[in-house]
């Protein structure tokens, strides 16, 4: 079920996009823009490791929720923190867009140094 909600992100997003951006001051509970990078960069790793099949099939599901309760943890944010956040960034398109490029870009510089160590 988590699962589904973070594949179906992009497509939240794009709808939101469509609707024209709305500039709103940034609310006390949002989480900052670099915090918000380092914690999507993250959940973006276990995701992948989930889908390929990095976690044993027994056992899978939880290890997939206990690496994002970890995440939370190493981060010092709650779910409901996490999830009010990105709903806020969801409607400041600019905003986010920058928070993606951010992780995109922080993917791409682990996937080099990964590949520069095989």
């Known amino acids: 079920m988590k699962k589904a909600t973070f594949f179906l992100f992009p497509f939240f997003l794009f709808l939101?996009?469509?609707q024209g951006e709305k500039k709103e001051k940034k609310?006390?509970?949002v989480i900052d823009e670099d915090?918000?990078?380092n914690i999507m960069v993250d959940m973006h790793i276990v995701e992948t490791a989930s889908n390929?099949?990095?976690f044993p099939p027994d056992s899978a599901q939880q290890l997939y929720q206990n690496a994002f309760a970890s995440i939370y943890l190493t981060h010092e944010v709650t779910k409901a923190n996490f999830d009010s956040s990105l709903a806020f960034y969801a409607t400041q398109?600019?905003?986010m867009n920058v928070i993606?490029?951010?992780v995109l870009e922080e993917l791409s510089q682990l996937e080099s140094e990964v590949n520069s160590d095989q």
Request: hydrophobic content about 35%; glycine content about 0%; some cysteine.
């Open 100 to 102: 993606y490029d951010k």
């Open 93 to 95: 398109t600019d905003e």
């Open 27 to 29: 609310p006390a509970y």
């Open 35 to 37: 915090k918000m990078v």
């Open 52 to 54: 390929l099949k990095v």
């Open 16 to 18: 939101i996009s469509c």
